[in-house]
């Protein structure tokens, strides 16, 4: 029995010992107060966080040290910090832990290339307007005590100047655009700043795409719409948004032949110069049984716009014989397509009897119609 109670005892203390050393710590204040701070940007698909404790000029005691900021608390140039390893420190750029910056694609800082990752942020702090910015491949260590120089990834210059005063050490971003922000670090009265820029943004959108489409978004066929429609609004990739239109109508048990789908694919061929290909393409769009009359119409105010206005009238003529039951949206179209070619009698005629069937939506925009019609009797009359 007490060997059994010895081995029991034994045992729990194992546990004890072994629970102990793997579980995290509880929750505390942060040291020094300084609290915890996070601020991302999204550039397009690209997302750049920095991860912080944030200092306050005011000390825990309430004392102001403003004014020894710079040079005092945080000291110029590379130091030995008399704890830890490193021997020539930087300025970890925050309080406590290591502050991070994470990317989650390549990006170019500072005119140089960082890969996508999280990196230990530090920065070499002069009295002058340009000082040091550290990405170090150590994210975990406390602070710059144990900084290594041959972890770094990549150094860059930041711009410093004088800036409004701030209490809380502060990150974020400005001059935000599409493609490239400025990242910033502002406390006490300097401001220390470096660009980042994600390069050709669209391409970055491409690149999310093609791996999406591999995932469980290639099983809708409409994704595969969107992203052929991208490439044609953006007028890129071409040959590869063929396929997806393809796939778009015709992928087993995925694809839809429909008004949407064969749009999609003359819209492609239409970018490529291939536009005899595109009008076959969208003949079938136009007759297929899924286009509606705001489908027909629409691609008869596409080719208004292209100066194709022969083609245009055959298209909202087709529309009506296709919905003789319809008589507003037919009616306008056949009357811009009159109007298009010259016969200014029919379009007058066909504006007023769309007017007269014109539904509650559409009785907003009544004033526009009767201008319409207003401005052709005038123009009618005064050609007489």
Not at 32 to 55: A, D, H, L, R, T
Not at 232 to 250: F, G, K, S
Not at 310 to 339: C, D, M, W
Request: charged share 20%.
């Amino acid at each position: 029995m007490k060997k059994m109670k010895l081995l029991v005892s034994i045992f729990v203390s194992m546990f004890m010992l072994t629970h102990y050393a793997n579980s995290q710590g509880i929750s505390l204040p942060p040291s020094g107060g300084n609290q915890k701070s996070e601020v991302s940007q999204w550039m397009g698909p690209v997302k750049v966080s920095i991860n912080y404790s944030s200092p306050d000029v005011t000390a825990p005691n309430g004392d102001s040290r403003e004014g020894k900021i710079w040079g005092s608390l945080v000291p110029y140039g590379l130091n030995n910090l008399g704890f830890g390893t490193s021997k020539a420190a930087p300025w970890r750029a925050g309080a406590n832990e290591n502050t991070t910056f994470s990317v989650s694609h390549d990006v170019t800082i500072g005119g140089k290339t960082l890969a996508a990752g999280t990196y230990g942020l530090h920065m070499i702090v002069n009295e002058g307007d340009e000082w040091t910015v550290i990405f170090s491949n150590n994210t975990s260590s406390w602070g710059s005590y144990f900084y290594d120089e041959a972890e770094d990834a990549l150094r860059i210059p930041a711009k410093v100047e004088e800036a409004q005063y701030t209490e809380y050490l502060t990150y974020g971003f400005d001059n935000r655009k599409l493609g490239s922000s400025t990242a910033f670090l502002q406390w006490e009265n300097k401001k220390a700043s470096f660009s980042i820029e994600v390069g050709d943004i669209n391409e970055h959108y491409l690149s999310s795409i093609r791996d999406e489409l591999r995932g469980s978004p290639g099983f809708n066929f409409m994704n595969w719409v969107q992203a052929a429609n991208f490439c044609v609004q953006n007028d890129m990739n071409l040959e590869e948004a063929l396929t997806w239109a393809d796939n778009a109508i015709a992928t087993p048990f995925i694809g839809r032949e429909n008004f949407i789908t064969l749009q999609t694919k003359a819209m492609v061929l239409d970018k490529m110069g291939k536009t005899d290909e595109a009008s076959t393409v969208m003949e079938t769009a136009i007759n297929h049984r899924t286009a509606s009359v705001t489908d027909i119409h629409g691609y008869g105010r596409t080719l208004i716009s292209q100066g194709k206005t022969s083609k245009a009238l055959e298209v909202f003529l087709l529309n009506k014989k296709k919905h003789p039951e319809e008589n507003f949206t037919t009616n306008v179209g056949l009357a811009r397509g009159y109007q298009a070619v010259g016969d200014t009698k029919k379009a007058i005629k066909h504006w007023e009897v769309a007017i007269e069937n014109i539904p509650e939506n559409q009785k907003p925009n009544l004033p526009y119609y009767e201008s319409e019609v207003k401005k052709l009797k005038e123009g009618d009359n005064a050609g007489k």
